[in-house]
């Protein structure tokens, strides 16, 4: 059995002048949390990491807005986190997987 991998966000890169890049020291990596509504478009963003320059992490903000997602079954909102890179070298950008939650059992919460 064949399992289909789901289909990639249309992803939307921040369009940064080379001037700007050059300025960059390493990488200048900016978060944004989108919540994604039930036909794959996101509705609203928040910087979890804005970095520390309010210009990239505007541009990243700006982005991620035009960003759009796999319709879902549900009618639930959904949770993403992108992962915006800026270096000399160019822009990239990615979906952070999900963090793992542990689950508690009754027995466990007792500790």
């Known amino acids: 059995m064949v399992v289909a991998e789901p ?4 992803e939307v890169i ?9 300025t960059v020291r390493g990488t200048i990596r ?9 036909d794959g ?3 609203a963003t928040s910087a979890d990491v804005p970095g520390p320059s309010r210009y990239f992490a ?6 991620a807005k035009k960003w759009t997602f796999a319709p879902a079954d ?3 909102r959904r949770i993403e986190r ?11 950008a990615d979906v952070l ?13 007792s500790r």
Do not use: C
Not at 14 to 22: E, H, R, Y
């Open 14 to 22: 921040p369009d940064v002048p080379q001037s700007a890049l050059d």
């Open 30 to 38: 900016v978060i944004i949390r989108v919540t994604i509504d039930k």
């Open 7 to 10: 289909p990639k966000p249309a």
């Open 41 to 43: 478009n996101v509705v």
């Open 74 to 76: 549900s009618e639930e």
């Open 82 to 92: 992108l992962m915006f890179n800026f270096a000399r070298a160019g822009v990239t």
């Open 58 to 63: 505007r541009l990243s903000t700006e982005a």
């Open 97 to 109: 997987p999900h963090p793992r939650t542990e689950r508690t059992t009754p027995a466990d919460s």
